[in-house]
């Protein structure tokens, strides 16, 4: 399934498919934001290059150019970090959501400065209930600064993310 140059809505529907958020496998970038949207109790995934939706008897999607995932009333927000499949960058991910959302972030390494501005559970691949001593996958990355800001209205939660900063403080 491909969609166009606009914002594109794709449902699930009957067998696993191929999706194309965007005009190319490549996306359109972030001028518009592209949505899947799946019933409750879909199970999101990694399969090493593209975010998947397991959705049962319906089989599982590959998704490529896809910014948004809806399952049930849960908004999740996709990050890749190659512009492939989803956001780039965490702050593309912060400045499209709304408070009560979920960023999701590849196991890729994310560069740069990041102001997180609103209340939202920030989750890497390892946030699924791996204990500290068990078995964990590749490693999600934040390389850089990550500022929650005074302003950040609710909640924020980081889990299953490795944090990397090379600058000092003070």
């Known amino acids: 399934l491909q969609g166009g140059a606009d914002d594109d809505t794709f449902r699930d529907g009957l067998g696993g498919d191929t999706i194309y958020g965007g005009t190319t496998l490549a996306d359109d970038g972030i001028a518009t934001i592209d949505t899947a949207i799946y019933a409750a109790g879909a199970i999101i995934g990694w399969n090493g290059t593209a975010w998947t939706v397991n959705s049962g008897a319906n089989g599982t999607d590959v998704l490529y150019g896809i910014e ?16 492939n499949g989803a956001f780039v960058t965490l702050q593309e991910a912060n400045d499209a959501a709304t408070a009560g959302d979920t960023v999701l972030v590849a196991p890729v390494t994310l560069s740069g400065a990041s102001s997180i501005t609103k209340g939202l559970t920030i989750l890497g691949l390892n946030n ?43």
């Open 68 to 83: 948004k995932l809806t399952i049930g009333t849960q908004s999740y927000w996709l990050v890749d970090g190659t512009g």
């Open 128 to 170: 699924d209930g791996v204990v500290g001593t068990g078995a964990r996958g590749a490693e999600s990355v934040l390389s850089g600064s990550v500022t929650v800001t005074a302003a950040a209205a609710g909640l924020v939660t980081f889990d299953g993310l490795k944090f990397l900063n090379t600058t000092a403080s003070g």
